[in-house]
């Protein structure tokens, strides 16, 4: 499973961390994704790391602001969000590649989710 | 970039046939996977690579995509298939992932 965590209310401008803690399946050897929703809206896809960190792509909303990591050796994905806008105001999901290795594939298990409010 | 179209909602009675559609520029090209999200919940994978059903997803519901649009169909709609859906696919010419803005399905 997966669950993320970090979220809460920020004021703009500032930062926060998010986390997405794996458990049940061999995280460092699956490719990883953000995806957020905000409210009342569809899906957004933010981020995706592989599962060795070695390639990394971002929506063009989020390049240059958030930042996806990882650390195989905790299980874990991260989602640096630094300058933060009002319109980051969202739920972020993580979320699994299918296959084995794979990056371009179906995003096959998903987080509940954790909410980020960007508000003054 | 590439935009993903999607009909905002459909509506069908129950034991009738939804199809919702997935559209984008030269759409046959690309593997399309869909996705059911349920109110307050989380999204699932239901159809991956245009037609593989994801685990546990019946039979009833399948993928197709041989030319614009893309289409996910559930046959025989029950009211747990009240949910929004959303179609996927990789840009490689921007090598973003892209979502359709999802359709919400109701059962009426």
């Known amino acids: 499973q997966l669950v993320e965590s970090g979220g809460g209310v920020v004021q703009p401008g500032r930062s926060l961390r998010l986390s997405c803690a794996a458990s049940?399946?061999?995280?460092?050897?699956?490719?990883m994704h953000w995806v957020r929703q905000a409210p009342g809206k569809g899906l957004e896809w933010v981020a995706v790391?592989?599962?060795?960190?070695?390639?990394?792509y971002y929506s063009d909303s989020v390049r240059g602001r958030l930042t996806i990591s990882r650390d195989n050796s905790k299980n874990t994905l991260y989602l640096h969000m630094n300058d933060l806008r009002t319109e980051d105001t969202a739920v972020y999901y993580c979320?699994?590649?299918?296959?084995?290795?794979?990056?371009?594939?179906?995003?096959?298990?998903w987080g509940r989710g954790t909410s980020v409010i960007v508000s003054s | 970039s590439l935009v993903v179209t999607q009909q905002p909602s459909v509506s069908v009675a129950p034991g009738q046939t939804a199809r919702i559609l997935c559209g984008a520029n030269?759409?046959?090209?690309?593997?399309v996977h869909w996705y059911q999200q349920r109110p307050g919940q989380a999204p699932m994978l239901v159809v991956y690579?245009?037609?593989d059903r994801a685990s546990g997803i019946p039979e009833r519901i399948s993928g197709s995509n041989s030319g614009n649009p893309a289409t996910l169909t559930i046959h025989r709609v029950e009211a747990e298939d009240e949910a929004d859906y959303y179609c996927?696919?990789?840009?490689?010419?921007?090598?973003?992932?892209?979502f359709g803005g999802g359709t919400k399905l109701t059962v009426l």
């Open positions: 049940g399946f061999t995280f460092s050897h699956h490719g």
């Open positions: 996927q696919l990789w840009d490689t010419g921007s090598s973003h992932w892209v």
């Open positions: 979320a699994r590649v299918q296959r084995w290795e794979g990056l371009l594939d179906a995003l096959d298990l």
């Open positions: 690579d245009d037609d």
């Open positions: 790391m592989s599962f060795d960190g070695d390639n990394i």
């Open positions: 030269n759409i046959g090209s690309y593997s």
